[in-house]
């Protein structure tokens, strides 16, 4: 499939706002996002965050890195915690962030050995992942200072992200433009929307990395949460994590959410997959394909709290990532460690190492074109 064709609707989950907001978001729509200084980078660049509430959600954002630094949801009680992991400081997302809550690109995901060909010229990116690149290599969209601009229309609030990738950045061709928006409506919905345009013939794969706990951040794992994905096949990997190129069946293995179970449920089983990615770290093929329109593909959900969360989108994978590489040496916002487990993450995009793999729906973008993607996170309890 050519991606130059694709309409995309990114979202993903609704994010955090601090007591920095006051009151609370009525009839006629969401309180107007409020900004405040976070934190300076090394070389001083300021980096802002902004706070943004609507129909019960709460959400902090970043400039650095398009971060969401909290999301936070109501239980079935109407108590409120944040559901997503991070940090308190711009110091630590600088120096020891897995993506927490970060924009990716210009590529989600694993690119074998960093290197592909497009149109008879073959690129090497930016290696930051063993021998291979990952989400757009080391200074990849997540660690980039973003241009935001505040919005409100109608009953939805939202925030309008910006950055220009010069040809050349951590290997890619191209002077790629990006802008990511996120909204939140007035039923409280977390949408994404993704649109990127290049100078040059390029790859482009934009994701968001927010790892959920809907019990809470620092509560323990999300191994008892309970996961269905519409998919019946997957992408199995090597030892490296990157795809062989195989449309696996999920039946029969650990990797079947077609009907809901809990996340650990098969998670410690001897299944050479789950060895390689140390639990689960691969890519759903969804059942649906590319969609104009965003449509249903998965549904998360924590018996404790009674917190659901829905996620709809345009794209044909789901990355399911279940939090392997959190090893205990990381402290929170909420001023507790993050271990194996406690999180996961729910990545919406085209398939890992897609430019390598010419049986995959394709990535590759050129002057004229436009990407575009929607996800949209809907929260309950």
């Not at 900004?35 to 400039?63: C, I, P, Q």
């Not at 919005?151 to 433009?177: C, I, N, Q, W």
């Not at 487990?341 to 085209?350: K, P």
């Not at 590759?364 to 996170?377: I, K």
């Amino acid at each position: 499939m050519d991606m130059s064709r694709r309409t995309v609707i990114a979202g993903a989950a609704a994010a955090g706002v601090t007591a920095a907001l006051s009151g609370t978001a009525h009839a006629t729509g969401g309180i107007k996002p409020v900004k405040e200084l976070f934190g300076r980078l090394a070389d001083g660049t300021e980096v802002y965050r902004w706070s943004l509430e609507n129909g019960g959600t709460r959400m902090k954002v970043l400039s650095y890195g398009g971060i969401v630094q909290s999301l936070e949801l109501p239980d079935r009680r109407g108590r409120y915690a944040n559901v997503s992991l991070g940090f308190g400081t711009i110091e630590d997302y600088v120096s020891s962030s897995p993506y927490f809550g970060a924009l990716i690109g210009r590529y989600g995901n694993r690119i074998d050995r960093g290197r592909f060909t497009l149109d008879g010229t073959t690129y090497q990116l930016s290696v930051n992942d063993g021998d291979h690149s990952l989400h757009g290599g080391a200074q990849g969209f997540d660690k980039r200072v973003w241009d935001v601009q505040p919005f409100r229309r109608g009953s939805d609030v939202g925030l309008r992200l910006r950055h220009t990738s010069a040809d050349g950045e951590m290997g890619y061709p191209g002077t790629l433009k990006a802008e990511v928006t996120y909204t939140l409506t007035r039923s409280g919905d977390w949408r994404i929307d993704y649109e990127a345009t290049t100078d040059k013939p390029t790859v482009c794969n934009l994701t968001s990395h927010v790892y959920f706990n809907l019990a809470g951040e620092g509560s323990g794992t999300v191994y008892d949460h309970e996961l269905s994905i519409a998919a019946s096949r997957y992408t199995p990997v090597d030892a490296g994590l990157i795809p062989t190129g195989e449309l696996a069946k999920v039946a029969g293995t650990p990797f079947d959410f077609r009907r809901t179970k809990t996340v650990g449920e098969d998670i410690r089983d001897a299944h050479q997959q789950l060895l390689y990615g140390k639990g689960i770290d691969h890519n759903w093929v969804l059942d649906k394909g590319i969609t104009a329109r965003p449509e249903h593909v998965a549904t998360l959900r924590d018996p404790r709290s009674g917190r659901t969360m829905k996620i709809a989108t345009t794209e044909p994978g789901l990355q399911f990532y279940s939090g392997n590489f959190l090893d205990g040496t990381l402290v929170g916002s909420g001023g507790r460690i993050y271990r194996q487990g406690d999180a996961l993450c729910l990545e919406t995009q085209h398939f890992p190492d897609s430019p390598n793999q010419p049986s995959f729906p394709s990535t590759v973008l050129r002057p004229g074109q436009t990407y575009r993607s929607t996800t949209v996170h809907s929260f309950g309890a």
